[in-house]
């Protein structure tokens, strides 16, 4: 079972078929849709201000998700995929958004809907990516706009994989 905890009498809810892995880390004021998933040694912590996600978001292996106190909290809409060790800190990304392996975004940034954050990137504060474009390197800028539904096709993936998990652990 994941490390769910609460701190100064915030507790983490989710909704329906959600699964989180068995060192998975849930802290604080977060709120997730249905058909979520957090995954090895991800971390989603809302010690200090409210993170939100949508139904179908994805958090891989080795992710985190933060807050600032004085900043705000983070949004996330349905279906986003989170990269293995992405950082993904006070911002918002919307609907159908692909945050790329390794990638970090940082405090009041905005990922448009279907947007991409390539692998690695790093999207400076305050940045904002237009809806269904692509963004990469260090610091992240605009490369080009995205297929037709090649962003919001990877957390499809994931929901599919973790009810393999959710049905496995169902024979234990």
Not at 89 to 105: E, S, Y
Request: with cysteine; glycine share 12%.
């Amino acid at each position: 079972m994941a490390l769910i905890k609460s701190i100064k009498g915030l507790t983490p809810k989710w909704g329906k078929e959600c699964y989180f892995s068995e060192n998975a880390t849930i802290v604080g004021e977060v709120t997730m849709g249905n058909e979520c998933s957090i995954w090895f040694n991800a971390v989603v912590r809302g010690d200090v201000a409210p993170i939100t996600m949508g139904n179908g978001v994805n958090v891989q292996d080795g992710a985190c998700v933060h807050v600032t106190n004085t900043t705000g909290p983070t949004v996330i809409g349905n279906n986003v995929s989170i990269g293995h060790n992405a950082t993904v800190h006070a911002c918002t990304i919307k609907d159908g958004a692909l945050i790329g392996m390794g990638a970090t975004l940082l405090d009041k940034c905005v990922v448009g809907k279907g947007a991409v954050v390539a692998a690695g990137a790093l999207v400076l504060q305050g940045t904002e990516i237009g809806e269904h474009e692509i963004w990469g390197g260090v610091p992240a800028k605009f490369i080009k706009k995205t297929r037709p539904d090649q962003a919001e096709s990877f957390a499809n993936h994931y929901i599919e994989y973790s009810k393999w998990y959710l049905e496995e652990d169902k024979k234990d």
